[in-house]
Antibody, heavy 121, light 107 residues
C-alpha cells in the first residue's frame, strides 16, 4: 500500500525559504522507473506542477518559478524534500506530494493529503 | 511549455446526464494525457491515464478518448458523487502541465 504525507510549516514570511518534506511508504525511490513530484494549488485555483525527481536522481523543474526550486531525495529515509526560496504571498497554496504511476509518461496515482502553506508577514 | 486548454470551465448537469469535457494540447503529447477528479478539500484522484486507460477502481461510466492534441473525458451517466472539478494533465514532457479545470455542478 502506497502512502505519502507532506510535512512542513503552515506559515512563512515573505522572502523566507520554504522547506516541505514528503515521507512515503509502499515503494522505493531506488527502483527503476519510480518518480516523486510536487504539485501545488492556490486556494480556489488550478493545479500547478512544480518539480519531480526520479530513481536515478534526475530532476525536472517548472521554469516559471525562475530557479527558486530545489528537489532532493533521501532513499534511506523514504523522503523527498522541496525547497522554495524567496517566498511571496502568491506562493500561498496547498502543496501536494505525488507518486508517478508507471515508467512511461507521468500520471499521479497516489497523492499526499496536501499541506497548506500561507505566506504572510 | 505545452499549454493545456480545457473546456468548458464549468457546466451544470443533472443526475443521469452524459457529460463531455474536452482538453486540447498546444502540441502533440503522444497520448500521455491524464484526467483527475477533485472534490473540495481533497487531493485529486486519477481517473484516466494515457488518454483512455481506466485507473483501477474507477467506475466504468468514466472513459477517455482522443489522440495527438485533442482529448475527451466522458461520463456516461452522471452520479451524485461525480459533482466535482476535473483536470486534464499532460505527462509527455517537462514541465508537466495541467488544464484550468472544469467544475461540474448540479443543475
Amino acid at each position: 500500500q502506497i502512502t505519502l504525507k507532506e510535512s512542513g510549516p503552515t506559515l512563512v514570511k515573505p522572502t523566507q525559504t520554504l522547506t516541505v518534506t514528503c515521507t512515503f511508504s509502499g515503494f522505493s525511490l531506488s527502483t527503476i522507473g519510480v518518480g516523486v513530484g510536487w504539485i501545488r494549488q492556490p486556494p480556489g485555483k488550478a493545479l500547478e506542477w512544480l518539480a519531480h525527481i526520479y530513481w536515478n536522481d534526475a530532476k525536472r523543474y517548472s521554469p516559471s518559478l525562475n530557479n527558486r526550486l530545489t528537489i532532493t531525495k533521501d532513499t534511506s529515509k523514504n523522503q523527498v524534500v522541496l525547497t522554495v526560496t524567496n517566498m511571496d504571498p502568491v506562493d500561498t497554496a496547498t502543496y501536494y506530494c505525488a507518486h508517478r504511476r508507471g515508467p512511461t509518461g507521468w500520471a499521479v496515482d497516489y497523492w499526499g493529503q496536501g499541506t497548506l502553506v500561507t505566506v504572510s508577514s | 511549455d505545452i499549454q493545456m486548454t480545457q473546456s468548458p470551465s464549468s457546466l451544470s448537469a443533472s443526475v443521469g446526464d452524459r457529460v463531455t469535457i474536452t482538453c486540447r494540447a498546444s502540441q502533440s503529447i503522444n497520448n500521455y494525457l491524464n484526467w483527475y477528479q477533485q472534490k473540495p478539500g481533497k487531493a485529486p484522484k486519477l481517473l484516466i491515464y494515457d488518454a483512455s486507460s481506466l485507473q483501477s477502481g474507477v467506475p466504468s461510466r468514466f472513459s477517455g478518448s482522443g489522440s495527438g492534441t485533442d482529448f475527451t473525458l466522458t461520463i456516461t451517466s452522471l452520479q451524485p458523487e461525480d459533482f466535482a472539478t476535473y483536470y486534464c494533465q499532460q505527462g509527455d514532457s517537462s514541465p508537466l502541465t495541467f488544464g484550468g479545470g472544469t467544475e461540474v455542478e448540479i443543475k
